[in-house]
C-alpha cells in the first residue's frame, strides 16, 4: 500500500489492505486430527512448514541443526514441505500434508527462514496456535512480528538462528512471555473474524 500510494498519491485515501482471510473455526478442528508422526514430549520440536528451495532458506536448517547438536539440545526439527535433506537423525521431512494444523499445534517451536517473504500465512498460523516464532526479517515476518514482543526477528545466517533457538531453548519465561503476548492477538484475531463474519 505504501508503495502503490506514492506511486497514485491521488487514491490515497481509497486503497485499503486486505489480509487472507483465514478459517480459525476449521484450522482449530483441523488441529485435533491425529497424525502419522507424533511429537515426543521429551525433546524439543521444532518446526518449519513451507516450499523446500532457496527462497525459503531451508537449506541452511542442515548446517543450523548440525550446531544445535553440537550443542547438545535435545530437538527434532520437522519440516513440512516437498525437497530433500539428508540428517535423518534430527530432521524429519514429512513431505507436503493438507493438514499442517496437528503439527502447529503440537511444536515447541516455529522457524521461518525464508531469505524473501510476503506476508507468509504460516506465520499467522503459529501465531493462532501460540508458538514462539524465529524468523528471518523478511518484510512479510516485520509487519506480523514486533521483535522480542510476540516472536524474535533475526538477521539470516545459520549462527544467528542457531543462537536465537539456544535462547529461546534454555528461557522459558520469555517464551512465557511471547505466549501471553500472541493470546491477546489471538483474541484481537478471531473478533476481528466475528465482525468481518456479520
Given at each position: 500500500?505504501e508503495?502503490f500510494?506514492?506511486?497514485l ?9 486486505f489480509y487472507n482471510i ?13 497424525i502419522?508422526k ?6 524439543y ?15 541452511i ?7 544445535l ?13 516437498e525437497g530433500e535433506f539428508?540428517?535423518?537423525?534430527y ?5 507436503k ?5 496437528p503439527?502447529?499445534r ?7 527462514t ?14 493462532y496456535f501460540?508458538?514462539p ?6 518484510a512479510g ?6 521483535n ?6 533475526t538477521?539470516f545466517g545459520?549462527?544467528q538462528?542457531?543462537e536465537?533457538?539456544i535462547s529461546?531453548?534454555h528461557d ?8 501471553k503476548?500472541?493470546?491477546k492477538?489471538?483474541i484481537?484475531l478471531i ?7 456479520k
Amino acid at each position: 500500500k505504501e508503495k502503490f500510494d506514492l506511486k497514485l498519491p491521488e487514491y490515497k485515501n481509497k486503497s485499503e489492505v486486505f489480509y487472507n482471510i483465514m478459517d480459525f473455526k476449521l484450522m482449530e478442528e483441523k488441529s485435533k486430527e491425529k497424525i502419522e508422526k507424533s511429537f515426543d514430549a521429551k525433546q524439543y520440536n521444532i518446526l518449519t512448514v513451507g516450499r523446500i528451495c532457496e527462497e525459503k532458506g531451508q537449506d541452511i536448517i542442515p548446517a543450523i541443526a548440525l550446531k544445535l547438536k553440537e550443542k547438545e539440545i535435545n530437538y527434532k526439527w520437522y519440516l513440512i514441505g516437498e525437497g530433500e535433506f539428508q540428517i535423518e537423525n534430527y530432521i524429519i521431512l514429512l513431505g507436503k500434508k493438507l493438514n499442517p494444523y496437528p503439527y502447529f499445534r503440537n511444536c515447541n517451536l516455529y522457524v521461518q527462514t525464508s531469505r524473501q517473504e510476503g506476508y507468509g500465512l504460516t506465520l499467522t498460523e503459529a501465531k493462532y496456535f501460540l508458538k514462539p516464532i524465529i524468523s528471518s526479517n523478511t518484510a512479510g515476518a516485520m509487519e506480523q512480528i514486533v521483535n522480542e514482543s510476540n516472536g524474535i526477528i533475526t538477521e539470516f545466517g545459520v549462527d544467528q538462528f542457531v543462537e536465537q533457538i539456544i535462547s529461546l531453548y534454555h528461557d522459558s519465561e520469555k517464551c512465557k512471555c511471547i505466549e501471553k503476548q500472541l493470546q491477546k492477538e489471538r483474541i484481537k484475531l478471531i473478533e476481528n473474524k466475528k465482525i468481518e463474519e456479520k
